[in-house]
């Protein structure tokens, strides 16, 4: 079945260092979304990107949409602790018998020493 | 604008007893996604609703179950809960069901079964 997997799994990174987080799906997406869910919360809506190599920024993270769609990255400079949680992207998929229902990478764990 | 809101925060129940878990979209949604998260792991999609008809439903056994409401709210139902079944339950409101808009999170249900 269709599988969006994502590296690191965790990454522990001193305050003020950049971190990276990949995600890789097996089938190309008519679009991919990220969300933070902070430690003991729910998945925070981040952004969307839909076109084949688009970047966007909001503040100090950058958001990357592969040429063939099929992976996209985060990446944030000079992490603070407000940035700890878990990263996920997710994008549509099938879901057994379930067509173009957002699936959810493995996430990434962000953890931030001050 | 209202959030999504789910209820109860947390619930405690026993191998195969049967719950209930409620959900208010947001306003202006018509759409609502279940999705069960265990702990370290990405949401897991269930099912979803549109306009009272299931629209598409994941790898999860018929002992879980789900209503939507005319007003859009909804309700997951799990029989027969079995250890496994102990999760966060998300809750979350879309405009469109086809995986190409966000997805908005309420708090979640916290499951445990004894």
């Known amino acids: 079945g269709q599988q969006v997997m994502q590296i690191p799994q965790y990454q522990h990174v001193q305050e003020g260092e950049d971190f990276t987080t990949y995600c890789n799906s097996s089938t190309t997406l008519s679009n991919i979304q990220w969300y933070k869910q902070r430690p003991g919360g729910h998945p925070v809506f981040l952004i969307q990107?839909?076109?084949?190599?688009e970047v966007k920024k909001q503040k100090r993270l950058t958001f990357q949409f592969g040429e063939a769609k099929k992976n996209s990255s985060l990446h944030i400079t000079a992490t603070q602790t407000t940035d700890v949680g878990t990263y996920f992207c997710a994008g549509p998929g099938n879901y057994g018998g379930a067509t173009n229902k957002l699936i959810f990478g493995t996430g990434t764990l962000l953890a931030v020493q001050p | 604008e209202t959030g999504v809101t789910q209820s109860p925060t947390h619930l405690i129940k026993t191998r195969g007893q049967q719950v209930t878990l409620r959900c208010s979209s947001q306003?202006?949604?018509?759409?609502v996604s279940w999705y069960q998260q265990a702990l370290g792991q990405g949401p897991q999609f269930i099912f979803q609703y549109y306009r009272e008809e299931e629209n598409g439903r994941g790898n999860f056994p018929p002992r879980f179950s789900g209503l939507q409401f005319p007003n859009y709210s909804s309700e997951l139902n799990v029989n027969a809960l079995e250890l496994d079944d102990s999760a966060l339950y998300l809750c979350a409101s879309s405009l469109t069901g086809d995986g190409n808009s966000p997805l908005h999170f309420g708090n979640g249900t916290r499951l445990t079964v004894t």
């Open positions: 306003s202006g949604h018509n759409t």
């Open positions: 990107l839909v076109k084949s190599g």
